[in-house]
């Protein structure tokens, strides 16, 4: 059939968006935009994934939001290009409370919010690849818990080693400590990419609506995807 013949595009477009305010001041400029791709293609090249920038940079003039994001929810639908990863990059989200937050591919509004400094570091290219970790259904790694013998559906994902922790890119450690996914987490990556980030290939797979994980079933695990959703993750 086509969809057995079908081949998925490892390639992924990237949509920048960045707030800049009436004194002709941006939050970012093309050269670190440039930089902190090549490092997220660093870190996904063993995934088998790369991230392709759409040449266009979309600006948005808007001094509130360059003062400070207070509504991610509300500013990743603002001009989101179907078909790509949208990132959008301000100066300030929440008043400086936060570094950045991504969707879940099961979540409704789709995206990521990066705030251009974090904790006192200029070099965010960490926590940017942490939160499209979060993009392609990354925990961090102090969310699950795998007691010795338990061999649930979490812990057969559990692409975590805690060994790893301190360097682990979805870990909370000092941002030039994150450094590695661990292979679980690249096969999950992975199959978030192939399943769940469908909207990224060309044509579409067609996939049932309430087979949120791509299983090819609708059950207890949708239902997971379901109720995890309701609190989005930061950070």
């Known amino acids: 059939s086509d969809q057995e013949s079908f081949v998925v595009s490892n390639e992924i477009r990237v949509k920048w968006h960045v707030i800049g305010n009436t004194d002709n001041q941006i939050a970012i400029d093309a050269m670190i935009l440039a930089y902190y791709l090549d490092e997220l293609n660093t870190a996904f090249n063993p995934i088998n994934i790369q991230f392709i920038a759409d040449p266009v940079v979309h600006l948005i003039v808007d001094d509130d939001l360059w003062n400070s994001v207070g509504s991610t929810h509300d500013l990743r639908q603002m001009s989101s290009l179907p078909g790509a990863m949208n990132v959008y990059w301000a100066p300030q989200l929440q008043n400086g409370s936060l570094c950045g937050t991504s969707s879940f591919s099961f979540q409704f509004t789709q995206g990521i919010v990066m705030q251009t400094s974090c904790m006192g570091y200029t070099d965010v290219a960490n926590v940017f690849i942490h939160e499209v970790g979060h993009y392609f259904d990354l925990f961090h790694t102090h969310e699950f818990e795998c007691p010795e013998g338990n061999d649930t559906p979490v ?81």
């Open 155 to 235: 812990c057969v994902e559990s692409y975590y080693d805690v060994g790893n922790n301190v360097i682990n890119y979805m870990s909370y450690v000092p941002v030039p400590c994150m450094s590695l996914f661990t292979t679980g987490q690249e096969n999950r990556a992975f199959a978030t990419h192939i399943n769940l980030r469908r909207d990224h290939h060309d044509p579409v797979l067609p996939q049932c609506v309430g087979d949120l994980n791509g299983d090819g079933e609708i059950d207890s695990g949708d239902l997971g995807l379901i109720l995890s959703s309701w609190q989005e993750v930061h950070g």
